[in-house]
């Protein structure tokens, strides 16, 4: 009926404005555009170009502002065909035409567009921590209320020694060595400096905090490694910096009034939500830091000690019930109505990972993953009762060859990434934080985001993208690159 209803439309509309015709005239031009428009939201960029294609000739003639705007159209319609030679070539042309009726607003945004069309709006990250160097390379699409990374590289870099500043007097030569591999990835990418972010994680910056006398020598010797003075190592990167990074690529601003984030790393859990202002471009960061992570847990468990996993597991839940009792006791009250407004919490980290591919192994190529109470109980149990069983699902059912390739490689990182003991704590911190978060009056939905350890990378790129747009309305000029 739907379909009927459109096809009688057209027909209509055909035998009124001369849907057949060349436009004659601007005002004529701009009924076949709007309809044009239209025609395309309904899926026929078919019929949407060959409007789109007589309504320029009038346009050419009588104002460049609505030629810009048929060639962006076109542009758009050809995308939707997947011609990508033509729709860049209409997309350039109607950015030239923007920029030269000095609509800057208009020219940014078809020039990203064009960008993304052409494969060239990647970005990339390096964060240089403890005890490795990480790199991705990546873009970034809008889906499900949640970000989709569409990831050209990523590497995670071990130091060879137990920390990468134990001594300063060392050289860094493998430091040095490790960046300089990850610029040279970059490079093949022809990505440009402004979508190059380096970073000092938090713990080397605390690290080096405490150690002043090699911190000049770090920075010193690490800034050697860049090719030139254009790129820079941000070395401000505080706890809850990273926080609200990792936020902010995780959880669109479309979401931001009903969606929190939270990250369960090795050393620490942080997280946050964002605060909408009374302006689109004001806002406030509420961050989360606490200092507990796989690692750390493993370790208070252990106390010094060197446990059996029988002695381990009887453990292990006494000594994180009491940790969580003590750590949200206070910071998860009713004082805290933000946080408790918010009925999404969209999570992270190596633990739900291991969760989402060990007991959904189907969903590997899903982006946003849901996970229950009832997931985490029997998560718990088996990293408790039977780790072998957990470890090594059944993948019998994962028919689809792509799926099914990703969810082995997965089973086999994280199986070299997370000890017993680590599943074990992490099992039950998750247990404890999605207790926490949820009551009898608020429940909340956890859903698990795909390559957050990433997220800093992409909170950086959105910063920038907005800082441009924002600064070349400011200034009326268009940024290019």
Known sequence: MKRLLILLFLLSCSSHTGFAQKATSLHQAIRYIKLAITLREVDKPDASINLLQRALPATKTSSLYWEAVTNELLGLSYQDLKDTTTALRYLERAGAQYLKLKYVASAWGVNEIARSLSNKNLYAGIQIGLSSIKLAILKTKYETDFYEKDIKSIADIANPSQTLFADASGGFRAEQDALRSCLDSIKRYNIPNERVFIVLSNDVREELARNPDSRRKVYDQLSRALPNSNLKIDTS?????????????????????????????????????????????????????????????????????????????????????????????????????????????????????????????????????????????????????????????????????????????????????????????????????????????????????????????????????????ESTIAKGALYTR
């Open 237 to 469: 990167l505080t706890a809850n910096r990273e926080a609200e990074l990792f936020t902010t690529g995780a959880i669109p601003r479309k979401v931001w009034p009903t969606t929190s984030a939270l990250d369960l790393g090795k050393n620490s859990t942080v997280g946050g939500y964002f605060e909408q202002g009374s302006t689109p471009a004001s806002k406030t960061f509420h961050g989360i830091n606490l200092p507990v992570g796989t690692n750390s847990l493993v370790a208070q468990i252990e106390a010094k000690r060197s446990l059996t996993m029988d002695a381990y597991k009887k453990e292990a839940p006494r000594v994180i019930k009491s940790m969580a009792d003590s750590i949200f006791s206070n910071r998860f009250t009713t004082n805290n109505k933000g946080l408790q407004q918010r009925n999404t919490v969209g999570v992270g980290g190596d633990i739900v990972w291991a969760l989402v591919t060990y007991l959904h192994p189907e969903r590997a190529n899903v982006t946003a993953v849901p996970i229950t109470l009832d997931d985490v109980e029997r998560f718990k149990r088996l990293a408790l009762t039977d780790y072998k069983e957990l470890t090594k699902p059944n993948l019998n059912a994962v028919i689809d060859p792509a799926t099914r390739s990703k969810v082995e490689k997965d089973v086999t990182t994280l199986q070299n990434l997370l000890t017993e003991k680590q599943l074990i704590a992490g099992a039950l911190w998750l247990d404890s934080i999605m207790k926490a978060y949820s009551s009898t009056s608020s429940p909340k939905r956890f859903v698990f985001v795909r390559n957050a350890d990433i997220g800093w990378v992409t909170g950086k790129f959105l910063e920038t993208i907005n800082y441009e747009y």
